[in-house]
């Protein structure tokens, strides 16, 4: 395990968030804010679609991914984690077509193995990661774990995938504080995890997201904020994880706790809008739980705080989202419907119905926002 770094001074977080904050507002980045987003208030959207309730009741839906068709977008489909029960499956219009019974399934991902799209994500009671290999013509599922990826962790919470220098690697986090990585390998149709470096971050933690093309991962500290690593080659090429916990940053802190920043925990969350084609444009966006929001930055360094959105109930119906788990984002074209991507959020209160996950289409949030709609080719 990779030694401990020196405890976090609230004082020098709120310093330096004050800092970012200053840097966002100074940025020009081809993004021209709202005037709402310009005051620090959050800027109202709606969402376009929303999923079937879970099969779960309670506090069931944690989080999403986004699958793209290879060859019709327009029939991307979106993962929803059941904590309580397995994986859910919905069309871009919410309707679920697969539930896959797996048990207590958190945090989930999807990505390419070895030439294979596979969805992954966490198995609580297990303690374990689990894999389910993707058929690109229909979407369908089917397990290919060996009966899951044992962790090395006290208790396994949140999850990502991470396209690494042509390799896949699981990014499972915990209630612990640690953040593991698993080198995962496609052997004879099963999915084989081999343990790479754990990473001690601090307190509990749940949401992280890679983002392969720039080498960076961001980690949600829940009570605190959010946390950059910067990945440093060794001296094969391969990412040093030994190294990687010195190139650390908070880029945003929780008010409540922390004494300054623009989240309020739990930072939960965290995910990226970023185009193919670009290796700097885009957006990262962190669920902001206990302010029912979702901030967003650059996602080019310093990762500049560019405002926040809520989503509100939409005139068909629809009710809006509040105290949100996991997110989800995709910036590829989806179809005349969703020609920038989509965004997608667990809503934590769906009532009179179990919860379950909003859909809402990207140009909705870039044009309230006032972010640059060039940020995606489609």
């Known amino acids: 395990m990779i030694p401990d770094t020196r405890p976090i ?10 800092a970012m904050a200053c840097a966002g507002c100074a940025s020009a980045h ?29 506090d069931a839906a944690d989080d999403p991914a986004v699958w793209v068709h290879p060859t019709d977008p327009a029939r991307s489909l979106v993962r929803g984690s059941d904590k309580r029960a397995g994986l859910g499956v919905y069309t871009l219009d919410g309707e679920q077509v697969a539930f896959h019974t797996a048990g207590s399934i958190n945090n989930i991902d999807t990505a390419l193995c070895d030439g294979t799209h596979i969805v992954a994500g966490t198995a609580v009671k297990a303690n374990a990661v689990y894999a389910w290999s993707i058929d690109p013509r229909t ?30 690697f699981a990014l499972t986090t915990s209630k612990t504080g640690q953040l593991e990585i698993t080198k995962l390998d496609l052997v004879t149709g099963q999915i084989a995890g081999t343990h790479t470096a754990t990473i001690p971050v601090g307190g509990q933690l749940e949401g992280v997201v890679a983002d392969g093309v720039n080498r960076v991962l961001y980690v949600g ?30 880029i945003d802190t929780c008010r409540d706790t922390q004494g300054a920043g623009k989240l309020t925990s739990d930072a939960e969350g965290v995910t990226l809008w970023s185009p193919a084609d670009s290796e700097t444009e885009g957006y990262l966006i962190v669920s902001s739980q206990g302010s029912d929001r979702y901030a967003v930055y650059t996602r080019a360094a310093p990762n500049n705080y560019l405002g926040a959105f809520q989503i509100i109930p939409s005139v068909d119906g629809i009710d809006g989202t509040t105290h949100t788990d996991g997110i989800a984002a995709c910036a590829a074209s989806l179809g005349e419907r969703h020609p920038r991507g989509v965004f997608v959020a667990q809503d934590d209160d769906n009532s009179p119905e179990r919860q379950n ?21 489609p």
């Open 139 to 168: 979407g369908s599922l089917e397990r290919i774990d060996g009966g899951g990826i044992p962790s090395t962790l006290p208790s396994v919470y949140g999850f990502a995938l991470a396209e690494l220098e042509g390799d896949t």
């Open 9 to 18: 001074s609230l004082s020098a977080c709120a310093i330096l968030c004050a």
């Open 221 to 250: 500290e829940e009570a605190v904020g959010v946390w950059r690593y910067d990945l440093p080659s060794g001296d094969t090429g391969a990412v040093d994880w030994e190294e990687a916990l010195h190139h650390r940053r908070l």
């Open 357 to 377: 996950f909003k859909i809402v289409d990207w140009v909705d949030i870039a044009e309230a926002l006032g972010l640059s709609l060039s940020d995606a080719r």
């Open 30 to 58: 081809a993004v021209r804010p709202t005037q709402t987003a310009a005051r620090g208030e959050p800027v109202p959207v709606r969402p376009s679609a929303e999923t079937s309730p879970t099969v779960s009741r309670e």
